[in-house]
Structures are given as structure tokens and as C-alpha cells.
């Protein structure tokens, strides 16, 4: 069973940056993505990423932020700039559409 563990959530400014992480347990690989939920809303998609780096973002978030991956090391990023307070939200970690991580808290706000 796979086991994800996010990291690197926290408290931004608008306008600032932030890069999460997301560690996947063992040596299987598949498709991984960020999902976030804001307060009151439902869970949305930010993005997703390939074994072979191909990704798909939100509207909401093209432009502004960037999926990677390290299939050496079995992690995914999310790097996010220009940061604005409708970005606060838990950020969720997926691994093949169907294991999830237990989420990291990001806040923009001044």
C-alpha cells in the first residue's frame, strides 16, 4: 500500500511563493496530482502529472503553478507563485487517482 506524505504548506503573502511536496512510499509509480478544498467548498482539482512529466492544471492555476516530479526519489511538487488569498486552502496529494495524503494547510494572507 502506497503512503503519501505531503510537506511544505504554511503562511504566505499575497503575491509569494510556496512549494509543496508530496513523498510516495515504495517503488510503485503512476500518475500523481494536487487536489485543494477550500473552507466551504469542494475538493478541485489544481493538477496533474504523468510518469512521463506530462501535466494538466486547472484555469485557475495555469500560469502560476508548476507540477514536477522525481520518479528517482517517488515525489511530486507543486511549486505556486503569485499567490492570492482565493488560493488558501488544504492542498491534497494523490497518487493514482485514488491514495491519498493527509493534506497541508496553505494561507495567503497579509
Known amino acids: 500500500q502506497v503512503h503519501l506524505v505531503e510537506s511544505g504548506g504554511g503562511l504566505v503573502q499575497p503575491g509569494g511563493s510556496l512549494r509543496l511536496s508530496c513523498a510516495a512510499s515504495g517503488s510503485s509509480v503512476s500518475t500523481m496530482g494536487w487536489y485543494r478544498q477550500a473552507p466551504g467548498k469542494q475538493r478541485e482539482l489544481v493538477g496533474t502529472?504523468?510518469?512521463?512529466?506530462?501535466?494538466n492544471y486547472a484555469d485557475s492555476v495555469k500560469g502560476r503553478f508548476t507540477i514536477s516530479r522525481s520518479n528517482a526519489k517517488n515525489t511530486v511538487y507543486l511549486q505556486m507563485n503569485s499567490l492570492s488569498p482565493e488560493d488558501t486552502a488544504v492542498y491534497y496529494c494523490t497518487f493514482a487517482g485514488s491514495i491519498w495524503g493527509q493534506g497541508t494547510q496553505v494561507t495567503v494572507s497579509s
Open positions: 502529472i504523468t510518469i512521463g512529466g506530462s501535466t
